[in-house]
């Protein structure tokens, strides 16, 4: 049921309020669909799909409109325009005769699915043929999709080099899903905001600290423990003990948490001295009483971020030692491991681990951290996010509509109903003007009439989301990447 205090008919861009008055006499039908553009040369090809339920369950479910809505709507809107353009008629129609419940239907992609960009993600459209306005109204919120399914392809990129490192490096993907931690709370223009975009971090990792991403989960996904932390320092907890006091600071923080993990800022006054004279020298028998499942996590958080990693990987190799692992790379002993959480992003990432590779460095032996960039450095262009009509039906005739702007081929959208099917080549691809057979539409109905009618569970979406064998074999990923960049060229998408 959406919030009560939530005032559906203002959230909207403004001009849409008019919209009503600008469509053709006796339409009865206005159809229309999400896509993620394709855009020559970006870095991301395919997306995840996420986030939907969420919108649905907060905003669109159950009675959205009441008389009281209405009535503030209307003041609002006559003195925002200054004149009486808002369709009072209209909606008290809707509270009437649907209960105050819109008569819309959308189907979409399972939520978690893989899908390649240029394709159909989601459609919506009028049940009732008095309220074919309701379609396009509903864009502005259903538009800000764009930040969930950014935020999810971004963290599944971060999975996809990870992935190809541990197993390069140490054989097996065992800790995969621990391997990249949400820092991205505080980094966050809101705390809606936080919640969706940790949620989507969880859709392809288990470790975070973005406690809104959690209750998202937990809330409109039904898990119960979506992610996973482990007690750490701040710089304030380090630095209030005064520069002196560094080591007493250190040990004071391994004595409250002696049976478990625990993560240790490093880097206050001189990371490479804490590494090799405090934890590798006067707290070194402290670290080493240690074991595997209460490790010491030393976090460096400054400084290029290659150089210094492989620079303290160094110094506590000539401290603790290392062995070598099944495929013949570096480990620290079990109970010390690196966390590097300051300046990841999607480069940084991979430049870490190929320089720690190129050492003869296991990715077992680093964790890493990361905010900006896994939930704010994007935005709606990143996926080129767009809504579009593009079928409509007037006097009982359907027609087929789009746009082809002269200025810019790439804007071009698709025409009528759509469906998205697996080809007999395996690739998934949108069918355009109802060609579609219904029986092969992958879009799911989900939301009819002011009802959710299909309800994801984050394990659910997991299962969807998880790296596929071509993704974790290079070789055969790229063969996979060469023919679907054929496959669109080729038009047939």
Known sequence: M????????????????????????????????FECRRKKGSQFNEVVFFGLQYLL????????????KIQEAKLFYQMHFKQAVFDEESWRKVLEKHDGRLPIRIKAVPEGRIIPRGNVLFTVENTDPNFYWLTNYIETMLVQMWYPITVATVSREFKKILAKHLKATSGSL??????????????????????????????????????????MAQRYYGCPMAGFSIPAAEHSTI????????????????????????????????????????????????VMERSQDSCLVIRPDSGDPAETLVEVIKILEECFGCSLNS??????????????GDGIDLSSVDEILQ???????????????????????????????????????TNGKGMDVYKQPVTDP??????????LRRNS?????????????????????????????????????????????????????NHEQELLHNHIINGIH
């Open 57 to 68: 369950k907060k905003y669109l479910t159950g009675p959205v409109v009441t008389e009281e």
């Open 425 to 477: 080549d395996g690739f998934l691809e949108t069918v355009e003007r109802g060609a579609g057979k219904p029986e092969e539409d992958l879009l799911v109905t989900v939301f009819e009439n002011g009802s959710l009618v299909q309800d994801y569970s984050l394990e659910e979406i997991r299962k969807n989301a998880r790296l596929r064998d071509d993704e974790l074999n290079p070789t055969l990923h």
């Open 2 to 33: 959406a919030a009560q205090d939530f005032n559906f008919l203002l959230a909207t861009d403004s001009y849409k309020i008019t919209h009503y008055k600008q469509y053709p006499p006796n339409v009865s039908k206005i159809y229309s669909y």
């Open 355 to 393: 320089k720690l590779s190129d050492e003869g460095w296991s990715a077992e032996n680093v964790f890493f951290g990361c905010g900006s960039a896994l939930l704010q450095k994007l935005n709606r262009d990143t996926l080129s996010c767009a809504f579009k009509c593009s079928y409509v039906e």
């Open 410 to 419: 790439s804007k071009r959208s698709k025409r009528g109903r759509l469906s």
């Open 239 to 286: 630095i209030s003990w005064g520069r002196s006091r560094e080591k007493e600071a250190f040990e004071r923080v391994l004595d409250q948490f002696s049976s478990g993990p625990v993560s240790v800022v490093s880097d206050s006054y001189d990371i490479f001295n804490a590494c090799k004279h405090i934890w590798g020298d006067k707290l070194k028998e402290r």
């Open 174 to 215: 065992e800790g995969l899903d621990l391997k990249l931690h949400d820092f991205g709370y505080r980094g966050v223009s809101s705390q809606e905001s936080a919640a969706l975009g940790g949620a989507a971090h969880l859709v392809n990792f288990c470790s975070t600290d973005t406690v809104a991403g959690l209750l």
């Open 327 to 340: 495929v013949g790379y570096k480990v620290l002993p079990s109970y010390l491991r690196i966390i590097q």
